[in-house]
């Protein structure tokens, strides 16, 4: 089992930015891809980034430009750089990590960003 613990989320105005992280139990060459979902309110769950153990990224258009995915493979912590934030942007943030060996996702329980004036 592999817990995935996000911090890092809260309320923002309009053009700010915030820096979420996630940290997994797992020790890192256990670990492949690791991503950031979101979820806002009476929407399904979308995909905002995604980042391999390679350092290969991959961002939702509505972002690219804006944030930035990140990963410590010493701490096995993915980051989420958010700048120029929008009320668009808010919605629950979900990371998800995937076990290498046996292709398992686990996700977090998710941080709530708000993006309001």
């Known amino acids: 089992q592999v817990h995935v613990v996000e911090s890092g989320g809260g309320l923002v105005h309009p053009g700010g930015s915030l820096r979420l992280s996630c940290a997994a139990s797992?020790?890192?060459?256990?670990?492949?891809?690791m991503g950031w979902y979101r979820q806002a309110p009476g929407k399904q769950r979308d995909l905002v980034a995604m980042?391999?153990?390679?350092?290969?990224?991959n961002y939702a258009d509505s972002v690219k430009g804006r944030f930035t995915i990140t990963r410590d493979n010493n701490k096995n912590t993915v980051y989420l750089q958010m700048n120029a934030l929008k009320p668009d942007d808010t919605a629950v943030y979900y990371c998800?990590?995937?076990?290498?060996?046996?292709?398992?996702?686990?996700w977090g329980k998710g941080t709530l960003v708000t993006v309001s004036s």
């Open positions: 998800t990590v995937k076990h290498l060996w046996t292709g398992m996702d686990y």
């Open positions: 980042i391999t153990r390679n350092g290969a990224t």
């Open positions: 797992e020790s890192d060459n256990r670990i492949g891809v």
